[in-house]
């Protein structure tokens, strides 16, 4: 059986024998962008791999790209290939983060055109409290041949943003926490507030309280408040730098609408520019 959204901790650990299945941990944090390597260094689900936020999963800045802008897909393909992933594989990913992580690395992949990845529900958290095993060793996987076949339709870039605005043809939803939508703080990125247009959809409000991603009906009435019958394919996503609009990407397939697309360059690529507008308040 494959997986495409998400996968429980007593499925993925009946299947960590299983030579197709590749695990990888995407602990990060943003402030600390060494920590999630440590963390992983000193215990990580039994033969997963890391994988690197900076470094792995986002492609060098430029003076007008966002923080974490998308790796070109052929040096993609290449960390895929490192980490043992091809065809035939079923890889699942986690973080201690909800999600947020995590979800970046099944966005990349279903980019690339691998559907069998899915986010390990409740993450390292729910793991460690079902009192599963850990490994301190890094293992060593033989490199397979990953086939990249990017989609053309899965993102967008700011100027295809502002023409689907402009035309009010996109539903733009602001993985961000209300306090930095509204601009009442800005800790990262060069101006406060949010993009004209956008609605707030913090990303964390797809879990419940311990963690877990809430049920399909749940996330999709939430979804439906937000499309105000508009199609689920208006949909943009966007956050930061293009990595928590992947969980409301994660999220909107889980409640089985789909179609969205993601404005990578996000908030920091759109706020560097002088010559976009830049609102705040709700």
């Known amino acids: ?10 499925t993925l650990r009946g299947r960590l024998a299983q030579p197709l299945t590749r695990v990888i941990d995407c602990r990060f944090e943003l402030g600390q962008p060494e920590v999630g390597l440590s963390l992983y260094l000193g215990g990580h689900i039994p033969g997963a791999l890391y994988a690197h936020l900076d470094e792995d999963l986002a492609g060098p800045r430029t003076p007008w790209s966002g923080r974490h802008p998308l ?35 099944w966005w990349l992949l279903r980019w690339l055109g691998h559907r069998r990845v899915a986010v390990l529900d409740g ?23 990953f086939q990249a076949q990017p989609s053309t339709v899965a993102h ?32 990262l990125d060069p101006r406060a507030g949010h993009i004209p247009g956008a609605q707030s959809f913090h990303f964390a409000r797809n879990l419940d309280g311990a963690g877990h991603f809430l049920p399909a009906n749940e996330l999709a009435e ?14 943009v996503a966007m956050c930061g730098s293009g990595v928590t609009a992947c969980h409301n990407l994660l999220a909107l397939e ?29």
């Open 123 to 145: 993450g390292f958290g729910a793991w460690k409290t079902a009192g599963l095993p850990t490994s301190v060793p890094a293992p060593t996987v033989a490199a397979r041949n």
């Open 71 to 105: 790796p070109d897909p052929s040096q993609l393909a290449a960390t895929f290939c490192r980490f043992g992933i091809d065809a035939d594989v079923q890889v699942v990913a986690y973080d201690d983060s909800g999600g947020a992580y995590a979800a970046r690395l």
């Open 254 to 282: 889980i409640a089985g609408l789909g179609g969205g697309r993601l404005y990578a360059g996000s908030f920091s690529e759109w706020s560097r520019d002088a010559a976009r507008p830049v609102a705040t308040g709700p």
């Open 156 to 187: 967008v870039t700011g100027d295809e943003l502002a023409e689907l605005l402009a035309e009010q043809r996109c539903t733009l939803l602001d993985a961000r926490s209300a306090e930095r939508f509204e601009g009442r703080v800005e800790p």
């Open 222 to 235: 939430r979804f439906r408040r937000a499309l105000r019958g508009r199609p689920a394919e208006s949909v």
């Open 1 to 10: 059986m494959d997986y495409q959204t998400l996968i429980d901790v007593a």
